[in-house]
């Protein structure tokens, strides 16, 4: 069945708020009126003068450069709205802003597709699936005994929404327990949550290690060689956060030692060029950084965007404040 369009926004005054929005606005259902709508994805020529924009949606995916390209302009911005998870990419495009302008990301958006993908990691590594694809290219029965995720101990390092989400789908699969790990320790109705500082006490007793936390000053590097040492010989690190979290040097010497095993939605650099040697590490499995970018993405994010833009609208505290620039 054919679905209805849905409506575009009825005609605004000329004096009204820009929204430039990476989606068509005729495609995004409950946008409220009262605001000129400018579609742009990131190509070289700009909808409308970039000085009038109020509310900036950040293209999804067209990389850090086109995200910031426009905001040395937009002298009358409110909002910067990503539709990621992470907002690092942006940061450095917002020095040169006015006070009083708010960051927000998209939480609620990429939850499922990202701890969907982190646990067909995990399963992925430990049943052994990138060598039963080679085995079929060779027409070789590979069988014998792998690791199950059954009576395994999962880490969970950066429990905001992605790492809770992740933690709902390894429920049926019968973990042995699941640790959570975030930048200070609190409760939740699921257990308490550790601080980073715990992690030297933490990482020698887990089986799996999964990083989902956001990338920033207190995090980047935070996997070097000395968080890699704490693992137990034989676990797994799994990254779907950002690819910087982790020191790749030290992550290449334990690969090629055989001790740990890692399988990589994100990687420093990124994209992996060819000939960098991550690419034939033994024991790991990458993936191109596709944690969020499925059929998910597109009904979430769409519901993000009309309800922060009707908040906005209606002078209303927005959703998923990150900070706030000044």
């Known amino acids: ?8 926004p009825a005609p605004t005054p000329a004096t009204a708020p820009d929204v430039w929005l990476p989606i068509p606005a005729e495609e995004i259902d409950g946008l409220p009126e009262g605001l000129n709508y400018r579609f742009w994805k990131g190509g070289k020529d700009y909808p409308a003068d970039p000085a009038e924009c109020a509310f900036y949606v950040v ?29 690092d990419h942006v940061q450095p495009g917002l020095v040169g802003l006015p006070a009083g302008v708010r960051l927000c990301n998209a939480k609620g958006v990429h939850e499922a597709s990202t701890a969907e993908l982190a646990v067909a990691l995990i399963l992925a590594s430990l049943r ?14 590979r069988s014998g005994f792998y690791p199950a995720l059954a009576d395994k101990s999962v880490l969970i390092v950066g429990y905001g929404s992605i790492g809770a989400a992740v933690e709902d789908r390894l429920e049926p699969f019968e973990c042995a327990r699941v640790v959570r790990v975030a930048r200070s320790a609190r409760t939740t109705a699921r257990g308490p949550v550790h601080a980073l500082d715990a992690l030297p006490a933490l990482l020698p007793e887990a ?24 693992m137990r010989d034989g676990a797994l690190l799994v990254n779907v956060a950002r690819g910087a979290v982790v020191d790749t040097e030290a992550l290449l010497a334990e690969l090629t030692s055989g001790r740990l095993r890692a399988a990589l939605d994100v990687t420093d650099p990124e994209p992996l060029p060819a000939g960098h040697p991550l690419w034939h590490a033994p024991h790991v499995l990458i993936t191109p950084h596709v944690g969020g970018s499925t059929s998910a993405f597109l009904p979430r994010a769409k519901r993000l965007l009309a309800g922060q833009l009707s908040r906005f609208a209606a002078g209303e505290p927005l959703d998923n404040l990150v900070f706030t620039t000044g």
């Open 128 to 141: 052994g699936f990138p060598g039963f694809a080679r085995g079929q290219d060779n027409e070789e029965w």
């Open 59 to 87: 293209p999804y995916l067209a990389g850090a450069e086109v995200a910031v390209r426009p905001l040395e302009h937009m002298g009358a911005v409110q909002v910067v709205q990503t539709l990621s998870a992470g907002v």
């Open 1 to 8: 069945m054919t679905s209805t369009p849905a409506p575009r």
């Open 207 to 230: 089986d799996v290690v999964v990083l989902t936390t956001p990338l920033n000053p207190s995090t980047q590097g935070l996997v070097g060689a000395e968080f890699l040492a704490a």
